[in-house]
């Protein structure tokens, strides 16, 4: 039987578990509660989508060889992931917390008349900071790079 295990694809997984757990741990030592949303969830340090794809972008790069098409797709993945992350979503994610800003003082406002209000707020945390990108990037890479040498 052929061996089935996909030493890149492995990178990539557990680079994208460990990032989201960083993710957990940080939340837990900043405000002292586990929030498991905070490894479902989108944004934050390290970005599990940079080290998932550099993971498997860097696994295809050393298996493959550089020169390879499938290493090519796989690191033309990686940027657009990465461009998207700290641009768009984090675009998005700067625009929900200005909407949630103006429906606070919407809030207020109609607090002072007494009117009932249903309060729903836009995620805030969708996108990533260039630094959170590169942390991500540079963590992929590495595990990438160390599992698919060591398997």
């Not at 700290?86 to 998005?92: E, F």
Request: glycine content about 10%.
């Amino acid at each position: 039987m052929e061996n089935i295990y996909n030493a890149p694809l492995a990178a990539a997984v557990l680079s994208w578990f460990i990032a989201q757990l960083i993710k957990v741990l940080t939340n837990i030592f900043k405000n002292g509660k586990v929030s498991l949303s905070r490894f479902w969830g989108a944004g934050g340090m390290p970005s599990s989508h940079s080290a998932a794809v550099c993971a498997l972008a860097a696994g295809l790069g050393v298996s493959e060889g550089p020169d390879s098409p499938v290493f090519a797709l796989a690191f033309i993945l990686a940027f657009i992931v990465m461009y998207d992350a700290s641009g768009v979503r984090r675009a998005a994610g700067i625009h929900a917390k200005e909407i949630n800003n103006i429906k606070d003082a919407i809030s207020d406002i109609i607090m002072k008349r007494n009117v009932e209000e249903k309060k729903q707020y836009l995620k805030e945390w969708l996108g990533h900071s260039p630094f959170e990108v590169f942390i991500g990037a540079i963590f992929g890479m590495g595990m990438g790079i160390l599992f698919t040498i060591y398997n």
